[in-house]
């Protein structure tokens, strides 16, 4: 089989998971043609592998105009089958509607494609506007289409049923959010496929022991909702009460000047670095370089977040939010800690707990097995290709 590959903006920074995932699902004997809809701005990605995934990938923004029209022209029938998508889209309103049938011509550039080049199916990672995109291009006569729902489903707009109504199967990289799709999408069986990490590669280092400062690490994009803050308020209060706490941040973002003032507010400036964006080598050498990962999300879009996975295939306690799918991700005390969010008393509490090396080997260790046994992405990527298989038989 060649399927179609579609990831928004594809690649980007936080696009290495795509990457691997394709991967494996050329392992497991599928050829894999990648799609995105815009190409991304030159400096979004780091990762070695961004020059050939630019090069690989067919963007579909801008349409040919000439392509998309002749496939309109010449099948007056479909178009109509599909502006009729459109206009049925209850929750969108009218105005919004007249700018999703605009994605008419992108869809038919993308049916045009698939002809051309043979693609026997479409997996869409979106449930945004690129899920209308592979509703459209079908009704124009591309090809079945699957989607991955990533995060929480109000961050995706809105006509959630008529997207999986279209759908020849969707997965979901949490349970919740299976539940979710269950909830608004009567009628639908959502297939719960988390995201994978490649175990083989990050994997626990022999280090020397030291007796230095308990070394935290946080490597998520610099927003206000990923809980930097938290987790520095925690931290100066066990500075204050004699711990040795070192502090590394990994990621870009618009949150980066709050943070800066934030560190100096609390006096932390020798104690916290800021690393900026990292390259998969840099998580990497980062991950083994450091005592415990931290996590302290809150409110939406956060599900399974993969540099947790990483952190936990490379032997490290966790500590994160009880957000989004890490519920189902990390046993509470056995291979990681949870805590509420935004609470900072209950975080200190968990680095003071990280503070005990025997506490955090063991932990760490718990970590690696569930990694090994839950989160490699050959596996995810064999079972998304079993699903693709069976949607077509």
Known sequence: ????????EFPAQTHAFFWREAQGLADSGLQVRFLSTRRPAQDTSRHAFTATARAQTAYLFPPSLRTALKLLL???????????????????PPHRRAVLAG???????????????????????SFAN????????????GPPFSLTLHGDLPVYGRDHAAKVAEAAFVTAVTEPLCAAIRATCPGS??????????????????????????????IARLNYVKGHACLL???AALVASGHDLT??????????????AKVAQLGLGSRVTLLGPLSEDGVLALLRASDVFALTSFGLGEAAPVAVMEAMACGLPVICSRIGGTGDMIADGRDGILVPQQDV???AEALTRLGDRATRHRIGQAARATALARFDYRHKAAELAALIRASQA
């Open 1 to 8: 089989m060649r399927i179609g590959y579609l990831i928004p």
């Open 74 to 92: 010449t099948r007056p029938r479909r178009a109509l089958r599909a502006l009729a998508y459109v206009a049925g889209l209850t929750e969108t």
């Open 103 to 125: 994605l008419l011509l992108p869809a038919a550039h993308l049916a045009a494609l698939a002809r051309r080049e043979g693609l026997d199916h479409i997996h869409i990672h």
């Open 130 to 141: 690129a899920a209308h995109l592979g509703a459209l291009c079908h009704r124009l006569g």
């Open 189 to 218: 069986t959502p297939h719960h496929l988390s995201m994978g990490v490649d175990t083989e590669r990050f994997a626990p280092v022999v280090a020397a022991i030291t007796d230095g400062p308990l070394r935290i690490t946080s």
């Open 233 to 235: 308020d925690a931290m």
């Open 247 to 260: 502090y590394a941040i990994a990621g870009d973002g618009p949150y980066l000047a709050e943070i800066v």
């Open 345 to 347: 008393a209950a975080i």
